[in-house]
């Protein structure tokens, strides 16, 4: 059983976190006749949330929102295990909206996030996975929150405290499945080559040598365009904008975005 240590002894997170799924429910109920939109990923994270979200009886639809720089193995793993979560396709490709920005996404400019992973759910209340454990940023996060983007989007993460261990405890003493690269040793699942992901990019693009292939043909069409950008960092080829994009020197370098990437 997974227990949090407080100052007045004890407490069940399992069922501290359906607690807080029925909390709101009815908010929910009252914004959409679905009840909660959850957000899945595949990731463990998102396994948990909906697994509580059925044990607690609360309303709701689950929705992996596809960003065509999915790793297969994870599509797999969905279609196999999660047959009714819904998918949501996006509007624009990974690789046309790098041509849309003239730009490829980086830690300080994630324009893609809010295309391809945070879309949906306007007007409702969104459940997540999102922990406190996971960076310093969202350690910074509350339980029920405001989307910030306008859409009238709330968000409610009702595992906001659980460690990377409580995650992954819940999981095994449920038998619940889990895509199989966790096995191989990677610790996030998401978009192939995202920033965040920081040193495992080169990794990721070993292992996918497909989507490697697919920034580079984007990033060939940015280098002609003769950009303050191109100019500036010195961009002549599509291996010339990957080797500043998967190095560190693009986060001091963009210090200055404003002029960059107007």
Excluded at 53 to 74: Q, S, W, Y
Excluded at 121 to 135: F, Y
Excluded at 143 to 166: A, V
Excluded at 219 to 230: K, P, R
């Amino acid at each position: 059983m997974l227990r949090e240590q407080t100052l007045f002894g004890p407490v069940d997170l399992v069922e501290k976190s359906i607690l807080r799924l029925r909390e709101f429910e009815a908010q929910a109920l009252d914004l959409h006749t679905d009840g909660y939109w959850l957000a899945f990923s595949g990731g463990k994270d998102s396994m948990v949330i909906l697994d509580l979200a059925k044990r607690a009886g609360v309303k709701h639809t689950a929705h992996f929102n596809l960003t065509t720089v999915d790793p297969p193995e994870l599509l797999q793993f969905i279609r196999q295990h999660y047959p009714a979560v819904k998918w949501e396709r996006p509007r624009i490709s990974m690789f046309a909206l790098i041509l849309k920005k003239m730009m490829p996404p980086t830690r300080l400019v994630r324009y893609c996030c809010a295309e391809l992973k945070e879309r949906g759910g306007a007007g409702r209340i969104v459940v997540t996975g999102i922990r406190w454990a996971e960076s310093l940023k969202r350690s910074k996060r509350q339980i029920i929150e405001q989307c910030r983007s306008g859409n009238g989007k709330s968000l409610l993460n009702p595992i906001i405290e659980w460690t990377d261990k409580d995650v992954w405890q819940y999981i095994r003493e449920n038998h619940l499945p889990y895509c199989c690269l966790y096995d191989e040793g990677f610790k996030r699942i998401g978009c192939v080559g995202c920033p965040m992901a920081g040193k495992d990019r080169a990794r990721e693009f070993k292992r996918w040598p497909q989507y490697k292939r697919m920034y580079l043909r984007a990033f060939d069409q940015i280098a002609v365009t003769g950009s303050a950008a191109n100019r500036k960092l010195h961009w002549r080829t599509g291996k010339d904008v990957f080797k500043w994009w998967t190095s560190d020197h693009h986060i001091k370098e963009q210090s200055d975005q404003g002029v960059l990437f107007e």
